[in-house]
């Protein structure tokens, strides 16, 4: 439970109607003067707003990297005029009259759909359908992980999420229900903007579900209410705060409200509006002020209720302060390592090498995420069904109902959400989110990744089983473009560690990083040590020579991954033939983007080159001119063992002896 | 409703349970002999699999490819031994024991996972969790649109998914139920293996939600019965056939039963199995026929209960013969087109830049679109909640309850399922769908892409807002890395038309294109007509030259979609200042790959080159050389008005020209 109220909200009575249209008339007033925008959401949900501000959210607008403030989530970001008044009204500084008038310009606070400021109140980029409350699933489990650990005086704070149809409609919208239900997430409330009209009209054209049963099959508390009834929504809100189960208040509202030609039509979400449109609502609302001009009492009363926000924010400042946990705390919600935080990585190459089990770079990443665990408690590691095949739970408990201080997310078979759930753990502050699952499914988090890249949100993303070395389990599970499509996203790093070394490098990089995502490419089969044992991190280079001829170099193999080791083999092989062949090791192509171009063109080498990855060569036409080879796919794979496929498609030490060959024979 | 049972099936009584327990062992004795594999499913599910053919399932084994049979879909397709052994046991002489005895190596039919090849009768791939169900979902719709079409005696059957846990995790799969329920596909069943254990273990550890509520929300007939009670299954089956809505049949089912070790328990999914574990089975069950040894009564009982569908589809035959719209019939399920059918497109480029209306190539291709629904009635549209602004609907009727002719499906917020519809639409046969929603949101369907172009469908992939272009929706809404994230994928052509009439021509290749699926990146933005009028395809090179200077060339510009316009007009600058530009147009990288080297060589040059794309240059190597230039993006969008943003990125005419002086500078 979030704290009382504190007595000022008493003293005076906010006038929670006026607060609602000085949201209105603002929204409608920036999407007038911008020629567009998404009117129906601010206009449908200003009362809701408002009351969430006067009455519940937990807010300090002077401080708004506070830790433990209430997180606020517009999942219907194309509403994203709501937040902004919102925003404005309540005391951002930010977000000033001028940002607001500048809405949907270039430069602007005021994006067409949010984008994650948060020093300015925007707590996540959202308006892909679904994301927003997936990503708030992440915040909840963050905030009851985080007071697991450090206690409720130190966290204690709720996630709220404006919620649309669409969000509803889409997939990843039912992966949080059913997370959220589960984990009995009682800090999580949707405030479901049931109007009824989408983009296509009537929501009846494609949906005609019972969709307050479909949360409570899931063991959300649903609570019914008129959107517009203040007193009916403040109530509301107030049985989702007393509540276990996390609450849908499900609020029946008219799109567009107030706006006479378009309330509660089709157009209400989005046709253009006109000056006659803007003048009608201010007659038939009674608002006699100006566009833009928010009259003072309006701005009194939000800032009197903000009062609340930040006599709580004092108090909890005062109790940090004196709790014994006050620097681990500072420490997780400032991304800081420990020092020395590495040295449990440096052995660890040795020490795998030498334990029994399989020896993938899966199983090494399973290594280090468990030699981490001590060290760096903030992880949080989630994986969708695929803990034994993966490896990363290990000595970590499972987070749930009984016990919040788990480390390992059971995420179900729902690769979205996980997806979006790290956003919002990595967006929510304090832990480090680990997702951990095979490179095929990849896809299915694709739009969620793309949002921790747009928002340079510092997730780790794990793949396992990153090639044909997939096996038998046939072409379905078999990534071949999977790479070249993430190393295609910006902001995206991608490592394919080569061995043991190379992905504990990788680790170290990821978690060091904090400016954006990272994901990793593992193999399912054994990848043997190819790295001497070394003190530096060569990975940071993204590309590095690996094995240096000692005569004169004939011959560059570049190659990523388990195709190092072959690599190395043909290196051998040609060796004997009198070819000089310089093996490249290219775990991280954004890294070695990053070198100058002496440096990469002296580590690639100014001879015949050769690809030689176990995926498409489609992206290799960076490092490879025409002239040159690439050993790897064709197309899609097959299903046989992996020694089967690697030899099928020609993956092989003997095949890349035969390209270096040919290609000198015609040089 | 399917016909009624034939005498034949009364005349004997077939042993459903040594049916079922026939299906067990050829699939423990495969997975032995395999090494590997998922016993789970196959041996929780053969009660059901083996009551679905003995009194339910309408097909005829000799004759795979019949229109008119049920469809069968394993939507957990890691249990794949169930359909091989159903599928030999059934005669489809394909699924051969020796096919069965290579199951999961290289080039048998009985693949890790299904793949598609139906003459054996595997309907469909699947694998990838939710995709089965998703796809079944286009299957019932198709079945319902041709049914409309060519009348019940020619077109009346049932789709039947096998379902898993993991199926009904995954968020595509409420997509698949929330529609189905609202679309009243009454001919639609999903089996669900409701065993309670995935790959983690119990299920619990993820999921607590009530499922059979959720399916009742969504207007779902749900049936609960013991999975290995062969009356009860039947009479749920028999349920199911009555009633107007779709059905869950809720299989309450124990993993893994009949190996005693492992029954009921986690490791039943997929853990290795041992010659103990196959003896003791054998010994428990009664079963004493060796490996791989079906007696021949079992064989014979399979063959007495596909009596039912050979006569089935022998009256089927009769009618159709007699039905006035066989030829039509036979077209639209051959995929053939009328001969002329792209008349329709001869003076379209000529009306579509005379009439009213915006100018983008999406509107051009709704223009395509329409003109072709009187020609090709067979096409059938879907679309993600878009209408307005992509504009394919027009003149169609919407697809529903009360009108199962139409050609347009409101597929809601639901882009993952509209992907996989499309892909179980194409592989039912008939009908041709045509996808269509935003670029940004090709991430939330790109697994089910991937899945249309591993099985190498004839689906039509339509995306609007293909860039920056998109203006002040801001990043989340522009694509810049989707383009080269779907060259990278195999299978898939991927068009990015310049104007109206490469719009046209890139349907005409799409529509002609039976191996695999299509996709065109279209602009929001007006696309001024740049292709002058010609008679010939010219897009079908993949990339042409579409302006050749008078004297020889200097340096080649390349570009797509938007982006040629402004190579037209930077030609025309640099033109003036002496400098002979080439303009090539490149909508279809894949066809360009096609063509011969030297032709093109020929079209790009051996003179310096720029590539002008309003994405990122990641792929663009292939084109370009180190010392050529690219003019694009260089990250993520930004939310400002398109014009603002193409000068803020610079993609401009004068950007080229400037781009153009430095390269020749340098030459």
Redesign the interface.
Same mark, same amino acid.
């Given at each position: 439970m979030s704290g009382p109220a504190t007595p000022s909200i008493e003293r005076s009575d906010p006038d929670i109607q006026s607060m609602a249209h000085a949201i209105r008339f603002l929204a409608v007033d920036a999407i007038r003067e911008?020629g567009?925008?998404h009117q129906g959401v601010p206009l449908g949900m200003a009362e809701i707003a408002a009351t969430l501000f006067a009455r519940h959210l937990k807010a300090d607008p002077q401080n708004p990297l506070w830790p433990d403030r209430d997180r606020l989530v517009l999942s219907n970001?194309?509403g994203s005029m709501l937040l902004y008044a919102l925003l404005h009204l309540a005391g951002y500084d930010e977000i000033s009259l001028d940002q607001i008038k500048a809405f949907? =310009? &270039?430069? @602007?606070l005021c994006?067409?759909?949010p984008?994650i400021e948060q020093h300015a109140g925007i707590e996540i980029?959202?308006?892909? &359908?679904?994301q927003g409350i997936a990503c708030a699933v992440g915040m909840a489990v963050a905030e009851a992980r985080l007071a697991a650990e450090f206690g409720s005086e130190c966290v204690d704070h709720r996630t709220w999420a404006f919620v649309g #149809?669409?969000?509803l409609?889409?997939? !990843?919208?039912?992966?949080a229900i @059913? &997370?959220a239900?589960?984990l009995r997430l009682g800090k999580l409330a949707f405030l479901w903007d049931d109007n009824r009209i989408?983009? #296509?009209?009537d929501t009846l &054209?494609?949906? @005609?579900?019972?969709?307050p049963? /479909?949360f409570?099959?899931?063991?959300w508390q649903v609570i019914e209410v008129d959107g517009h009834d203040i007193a009916a929504l403040d109530a509301a809100m107030d049985q989702a705060r007393q509540d276990p189960r996390p609450s849908l208040i499900a609020c029946r509202t008219v799109i567009a409200k107030g706006i006479a030609r378009l309330q509660g039509q089709r157009g209400g979400h989005s046709a253009p509006l006109t000056d006659a449109d803007v003048a009608d609502m201010r007659r038939d609302l009674g608002w006699n002020h100006p566009a833009f001009d928010i009259p003072r009492s309006v701005y009194d009363d939000y800032d009197t209720v903000m009062t609340r926000g930040r006599t709580e924010h004092a108090l909890w400042k005062a109790r940090l302060a004196s709790d014994p946990g006050r620097a681990e705390f500072d420490r997780w919600h400032s991304f800081g390592l420990p020092s020395d935080w590495s040295n449990v990585l440096a052995d660890l190459p040795h020490h795998f090498a030498n334990a029994p089990g399989p020896k993938g770079t899966i199983n090494a990443s399973g290594a280090v995420c468990d030699a981490l665990d001590q060290v760096l408690p903030e992880l949080l590691v989630l994986?969708a069904?695929?803990? *034994?095949?993966t490896g990363h739970k290990r000595s970590r408990a499972?987070f749930g109902v009984q016990n919040r201080a788990g480390s390992y997310v +059971?995420?179900? %078979? /729902?690769?979205?959400?996980m997806g979006a759930m790290a956003c919002g753990i990595a967006a929510h502050g304090g832990l480090r989110p680990i997702n951990v699952t095979y490179l095929?499914?990849a896809?299915?988090e694709? *739009?969620a990744m793309? !949002?921790a890249?747009?928002m340079k949100l510092p997730a780790l993303f794990v793949f396992s089983h990153d090639s044909i070395g997939v096996?038998?389990?046939?072409?379905? +599970?078999q990534p %071949?473009?999977t790479l070249?499509?993430y190393? *295609? !996203?910006?902001?995206m790093r991608v490592f394919r560690p080569a061995d043991v070394t190379e992905t504990a490098e990788a680790w170290q990089i990821a978690l060091e990083h904090l400016k954006g995502p990272t994901m990793l490419a593992l193999s399912r089969q054994d990848a043997p040590p190819v790295c001497p044992a070394r003190s530096e991190n060569l990975s940071r280079l993204g590309g590095y020579l690996l094995r240096e001829p000692d005569e004169q170099r004939d011959i560059t193999l570049i190659a990523t991954g388990t195709e190092v080791a072959l690599a190395l083999q043909a290196s051998e092989t040609l060796k004997a033939e009198g070819i000089n062949a310089a093996v490249v090791s290219l775990p991280c192509w954004e890294l070695f983007e990053d070198q100058s171009a002496d440096y990469r063109n002296a580590v690639l080498g100014q001879v015949p080159r050769i690809g030689i990855e176990a995926a498409?060569r489609?992206?290799w #036409? /960076?490092y490879l001119?025409p002239e040159d080879a690439f050993v790897g796919m064709p197309?899609?794979g097959? @299903?046989? =063992?992996a020694e %089967?496929?690697f030899d099928?498609f020609g993956i092989t030490d003997t095949a890349i002896c035969n390209a270096a060959r040919d290609l000198l024979q015609k040089h």
């Amino acid at each position: 439970m979030s704290g009382p109220a504190t007595p000022s909200i008493e003293r005076s009575d906010p006038d929670i109607q006026s607060m609602a249209h000085a949201i209105r008339f603002l929204a409608v007033d920036a999407i007038r003067e911008a020629g567009e925008g998404h009117q129906g959401v601010p206009l449908g949900m200003a009362e809701i707003a408002a009351t969430l501000f006067a009455r519940h959210l937990k807010a300090d607008p002077q401080n708004p990297l506070w830790p433990d403030r209430d997180r606020l989530v517009l999942s219907n970001g194309h509403g994203s005029m709501l937040l902004y008044a919102l925003l404005h009204l309540a005391g951002y500084d930010e977000i000033s009259l001028d940002q607001i008038k500048a809405f949907r =310009k &270039l430069g @602007s606070l005021c994006a067409g759909h949010p984008e994650i400021e948060q020093h300015a109140g925007i707590e996540i980029t959202t308006g892909l &359908l679904g994301q927003g409350i997936a990503c708030a699933v992440g915040m909840a489990v963050a905030e009851a992980r985080l007071a697991a650990e450090f206690g409720s005086e130190c966290v204690d704070h709720r996630t709220w999420a404006f919620v649309g #149809d669409g969000c509803l409609q889409e997939g !990843m919208g039912q992966e949080a229900i @059913s &997370l959220a239900g589960h984990l009995r997430l009682g800090k999580l409330a949707f405030l479901w903007d049931d109007n009824r009209i989408t983009d #296509d009209g009537d929501t009846l &054209l494609a949906i @005609s579900e019972d969709i307050p049963a /479909r949360f409570r099959a899931a063991n959300w508390q649903v609570i019914e209410v008129d959107g517009h009834d203040i007193a009916a929504l403040d109530a509301a809100m107030d049985q989702a705060r007393q509540d276990p189960r996390p609450s849908l208040i499900a609020c029946r509202t008219v799109i567009a409200k107030g706006i006479a030609r378009l309330q509660g039509q089709r157009g209400g979400h989005s046709a253009p509006l006109t000056d006659a449109d803007v003048a009608d609502m201010r007659r038939d609302l009674g608002w006699n002020h100006p566009a833009f001009d928010i009259p003072r009492s309006v701005y009194d009363d939000y800032d009197t209720v903000m009062t609340r926000g930040r006599t709580e924010h004092a108090l909890w400042k005062a109790r940090l302060a004196s709790d014994p946990g006050r620097a681990e705390f500072d420490r997780w919600h400032s991304f800081g390592l420990p020092s020395d935080w590495s040295n449990v990585l440096a052995d660890l190459p040795h020490h795998f090498a030498n334990a029994p089990g399989p020896k993938g770079t899966i199983n090494a990443s399973g290594a280090v995420c468990d030699a981490l665990d001590q060290v760096l408690p903030e992880l949080l590691v989630l994986c969708a069904d695929l803990e *034994a095949p993966t490896g990363h739970k290990r000595s970590r408990a499972g987070f749930g109902v009984q016990n919040r201080a788990g480390s390992y997310v +059971h995420c179900g %078979v /729902r690769e979205h959400l996980m997806g979006a759930m790290a956003c919002g753990i990595a967006a929510h502050g304090g832990l480090r989110p680990i997702n951990v699952t095979y490179l095929a499914f990849a896809d299915y988090e694709r *739009a969620a990744m793309r !949002m921790a890249a747009l928002m340079k949100l510092p997730a780790l993303f794990v793949f396992s089983h990153d090639s044909i070395g997939v096996g038998s389990n046939g072409p379905t +599970h078999q990534p %071949v473009e999977t790479l070249a499509a993430y190393r *295609a !996203m910006p902001n995206m790093r991608v490592f394919r560690p080569a061995d043991v070394t190379e992905t504990a490098e990788a680790w170290q990089i990821a978690l060091e990083h904090l400016k954006g995502p990272t994901m990793l490419a593992l193999s399912r089969q054994d990848a043997p040590p190819v790295c001497p044992a070394r003190s530096e991190n060569l990975s940071r280079l993204g590309g590095y020579l690996l094995r240096e001829p000692d005569e004169q170099r004939d011959i560059t193999l570049i190659a990523t991954g388990t195709e190092v080791a072959l690599a190395l083999q043909a290196s051998e092989t040609l060796k004997a033939e009198g070819i000089n062949a310089a093996v490249v090791s290219l775990p991280c192509w954004e890294l070695f983007e990053d070198q100058s171009a002496d440096y990469r063109n002296a580590v690639l080498g100014q001879v015949p080159r050769i690809g030689i990855e176990a995926a498409l060569r489609f992206g290799w #036409d /960076r490092y490879l001119r025409p002239e040159d080879a690439f050993v790897g796919m064709p197309g899609f794979g097959a @299903s046989a =063992k992996a020694e %089967v496929l690697f030899d099928h498609f020609g993956i092989t030490d003997t095949a890349i002896c035969n390209a270096a060959r040919d290609l000198l024979q015609k040089h």
